[in-house]
């Protein structure tokens, strides 16, 4: 195929037309839906009558007036993806156009789509355009009003953005609604829904003593599952209020739930949400799904304000907004649970997820330069990288300075469309604060590799860190400055405490940091050049430094720490992640090591003093349980092939497989323990105390079922059959099916038997299945791609399915080539159905140059033979042509 265009932002232009007032009007029909749009247009430039450009897709055209006149032949152009305005009136005008679409057909998932009966939409980034004509970017922004006329038994209920000013019934069983709505927004946050559904309804009253109508709409069978997402709404509200002092500005908020979604969007006043990521009860949803629904709907809730009332000037400057808005939710959470372990789960993300994107050949910056296919730039990358630079300034200002920057950000460009830069510029001018060069990380890719080497000088009290820091190169970026990078740091004196900090030597200069003229027990170090030192003065004796704390920048840190010294952070450090990071740090090591063992086909071993650690850490009752789950848990396979030259995936999983049946072995008395403390009583609580609970117990049975002992088997059965909630059921179930068998065939076929009327339940077991290890397992999944409860139509089912077998290493990256042949031949027809899920599903392939020469042949052909199919999407094409190259 012909390479498909690519987008720049340096070629970013104003428009000629700006757009004041929208009024759409829809027709919703079995075969088609009309839709009627009347735009007022304002020039940007008074006089000026450039061409003014249209966006449209799959969209027929019935009609087009200006000023009330039908165009005539010659005065317009209409294509597969435009409309063209030849000549428009110089000054002010109405354009009025009359379109037909097909929601029935349109299996994308953007733009006006039937999902399990009901009408709904999805615009962001570019799906407005397949709606109706419009200058589809998010620049342009205009107020809406919306009419939605529909059979009343078949949708009985009508919603848009904003609030409802009129309603009524009509002739023919039709009725109708009218919504206004009056903010202006840009096209990508508009919303319709139009169903069969009940809604729970709440109120909160904002702090000024406004009443706002809650409303959460789902199927009427799925309303109770609904309590939970309404809690995380209400506590987003609250918090946003008391945290950025953010006020919700309409009278109604609505969330609605839909079986065919991707992820959750945060429309104007209409939130459309992933049911996954709405319904949730004890029995049939996780710890895990409980907290992703409080993140996900405080997610969407704060981009009322960081995206809706100010959004991004264009697509480039998603971060502005995504990045800003997870750090948010990242925040909230934290506050409504444990700051640490929700940092840690953060990190590990980020590792697993962003660095090998980072270091891969779709490797790009938080801002990137340009795109083929927008929707292939929703990133770990933008999201996740992006919420670590809003991190970087609030480690930076700390939290005062960093809500005063917030403040006069939202004070300045409310009601804008902006730029990266001018958050940067809020940050700095509410604080008269030196940046320097962070801007960087807005526009340089790759993940930064920080050296740092200690050196006490017990003759003059001092210690030294000294620093050196290279980006790696990547796509299109082949050399690199150096970053402004902030490392959060302490000394540790011989007892584990921290030693009070109230100056060092940087640049040749002394400089004070104390905070209100007390010492600190953690500074932050401005790192920006290449090489830097930094000397604490009148260090009485040698510490242990404990850097970059909470992870205050993300980089990949290579110290010069020995085993001992982190032995000693892990027990010791008042930080608590960097207690963790400790003990990852030693574990990585140790697998690595034993990587090394495995393929010279040497003996595995364990090292003692790794497992007195572990030990420690599992007997110290000061932790907190979660803190304990994850301190336990070893970095994942993922993480430890990012760090081999030639990543083996049958070497990392026999040494982490190992690893964990000697921890088990060895202190199996202690994880025996830990089940039968902390067991669940009956009532399921979601709170911090009891999922910690949960995930400390579930984390010790996961380590007791590798051991395959019929005690332990039997054990985990036990624990199966007698779990009251999901959390508890769907551990023990993992727990079994780590070991192909009888036992693992009966639990998996029971499990089935019990939840298969719940499409999410039935979810988790088949991504259960496609991730298992179990040698081999690529047959299963042909059968499960035939089972009657999938369907590659629901993006849900195939992350579940075809997603969940990426997660195993193993059998994905078999050397016989199945793994690869599947995900090739399943990309393929889901491009046919939906492209966006089907680039998701592709990226699996782009780091084949990281395998063996075998893997690498073999995961090539199969994008040779993608990239080389007729018709392929444009999404498909810009991931399989980009790693290829
Ligand atoms: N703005 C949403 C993300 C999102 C983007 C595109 C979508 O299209 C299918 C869906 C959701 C968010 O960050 O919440
Ligand atoms: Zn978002």
């Not at 349109?106 to 004509?133: H, P, V």
């Not at 009253?205 to 706002?212: A, E, H, N, P, Q």
């Not at 299109?476 to 540790?492: D, N």
Request: aromatic share 10%.
């Amino acid at each position: 195929m012909d390479a498909p265009k690519e987008i720049f932002l340096k070629d970013y232009k104003l428009t000629d037309y700006y757009f004041h007032t929208v009024d759409l009007s829809f027709l919703l029909g079995e075969e088609k839906t009309t839709v009627s749009a009347k735009i007022s247009v304002v020039p940007r430039v008074d006089g000026v009558a450039s061409p003014l450009v249209f966006d449209g897709v799959d969209l027929k055209l019935i009609s087009v007036k200006i000023n009330g006149n039908e165009l005539k032949e010659d005065e317009f152009q209409v294509g597969p993806r435009h409309l063209i305005l030849t000549s428009p009136p110089s000054g002010n005008f109405i354009l009025e156009t009359v379109t037909e679409i097909l929601p029935h057909k349109n299996t994308s998932l953007e733009g006006l789509y039937k999902s399990s009966g009901n009408f709904c939409t999805q615009c962001e980034a570019e799906g407005f355009r397949k709606i109706t004509f419009y200058q589809d970017r998010p620049d342009i922004m205009a107020k809406y009003t919306c009419r939605i006329e529909a059979n009343k038994s078949l949708y009985p209920v009508l919603l848009s953005n904003g609030n409802l000013i009129e309603q009524g019934d009509l002739e023919g069983g039709n009725h109708f609604a009218l919504w206004e709505d009056p903010f202006k927004k840009p096209c990508y946050l508009f919303a319709l829904v139009a169903g069969q559904l009940e809604s729970q309804d709440d109120t909160f009253t904002t702090c000024s003593g406004r009443k706002v109508a809650l409303k959460i709409w789902t199927p009427p069978q799925d309303l109770p599952k609904a309590e939970h997402a309404m809690y995380s709404l209400k506590a987003a509200m609250k918090w946003d209020e008391n945290v950025f002092g953010r006020e919700y500005d309409l009278d109604i908020f609505n969330i609605v739930s839909v079986p065919d979604f991707l992820g959750a969007m945060e429309n104007k006043s209409l939130n459309i949400f992933n049911s996954a990521l709405v319904l949730a009860s004890p029995e049939t949803a996780t710890d895990a799904d409980y907290a992703a629904i409080l993140g996900v709907t405080g997610h969407e809730y704060f981009h009322n304000w960081t995206g809706n009332r100010v959004t991004c000037r264009d697509w480039f400057q998603l971060s502005l907004k995504e990045g800003l808005t997870v750090f948010r939710d990242q925040e909230f959470s934290s506050d409504m649970g444990s700051r640490t372990v929700k940092r840690i789960g953060d990190v590990s993300r980020l590792r697993t997820r962003q660095f090998p994107q980072d270091a891969g050949p779709m490797a790009h910056s938080v801002r990137p330069h340009s795109y083929i296919k927008m929707d292939n730039f929703y990133t770990a990358t933008v999201y996740e990288k992006g919420a670590e630079v809003v991190r970087m300034y609030k480690t930076l200002l700390g939290s005062q300075g960093f809500r005063k920057g917030t403040d006069l950000y939202f004070e300045r460009h409310d009601g804008q469309a902006v730029t990266c830069e001018d958050f940067f510029a809020a940050m700095r001018d509410a604080n008269h604060a030196d940046f320097a060069n962070f801007l960087l990380w807005y526009s340089q890719a790759g993940t930064p590799i920080v050296k740092v080497t200690s050196s006490y000088n017990a003759e003059a009290r001092t210690f030294s860190l000294k620093f050196s820091q290279t980006v790696p190169p990547t796509p299109g970026q082949p050399v690199k400055e150096p970053m402004f990078i902030p490392v959060a740091a302490g000394l540790l004196d011989s007892s584990g405490k921290d030693m009070p900090l109230s100056s060092i030597y940087h640049d040749g200069k002394l400089e004070s940091v104390t905070c209100c003229g007390q010492p600190v027990h953690t500074t932050v170090l401005r790192v920006t050049k290449g090489e830097e030192e930094f000397t604490f003065p009148d260090v009485p004796g040698k510490p242990i430094p404990s850097l970059l704390r909470g992870y205050s920048a993300p980089i990949r840190l290579q110290s010069d720490l020995t085993d001992e010294d982190l032995f000693f952070l892990l027990a010791h450090d008042s930080d608590e992640f960097n207690r963790w990071e400790a003990g990852q740090i030693l574990a990585r090591k140790l697998m690595l090591s034993q990587v090394v063992n495995f393929q010279k086909s040497s003996p595995l071993v364990l090292d003692p003093q790794f497992v007195h650690g572990i030990k420690c850490i599992l007997l110290d009752s000061s932790l907190d349980k979660e803190f304990i789950a994850k301190a336990i848990t070893l970095p994942g396979e993922s993480e430890i092939m990012d760090m081999m030259e030639v990543a083996d995936p049958d070497a990392v999983h026999a040494v982490r497989k190992f690893i964990r049946k000697q921890l088990a072995s060895q202190l199996r008395h202690e994880f025996l323990n830990l089940v039968k403390e902390n067991r669940s009583s009956e009532k399921y609580v979601f709170d911090h105390t009891n999922m910690a609970r949960r995930a400390l117990k579930n984390t010790a049975l996961g380590y007791l079922a590798s051991l395959e002992d019929e005690e332990m088997t039997e054990l985990v059965l036990h624990e199966y059959k007698t779990a009251t909630n999901m959390t508890d059921q769907f551990s023990a179930l993992a727990a079994i099916a780590q070991k192909a068998g009888k036992a693992r065939d009966d639990a998996l076929a029971d499990f089935y038997n019990q939840w298969q009327h719940d499409y999410l339940v039935v979810n988790k077991w088949f991504a259960l299945q496609s991730s298992s290890d179990i040698p081999g397992n690529v047959e299963n999944l042909y059968k499960l791609l035939g089972h009657q409860a999938f369907d590659l139509k629901n993006p849900d089912k195939v992350f579940s399915l075809i997603g969940g077998f990426r997660a195993s290493h193993v059998n994905f990256h078999a050397t016989d080539g199945s793994g690869y042949k599947f995900l090739g031949e399943v990309v393929l027809q889901l491009d046919k159905l939906n492209p966006q899920v089907a680039s998701g599903m592709v990226t699996a392939f782009s780091r084949w140059k990281r395998y063996d020469e075998t893997r690498q042949n073999l995961a090539k052909a199969q994008l040779e033979m993608i990239v080389s199919v007729n018709g392929l999407s444009k999404n498909v094409y810009e991931i399989a042509s980009k790693s290829l190259a």
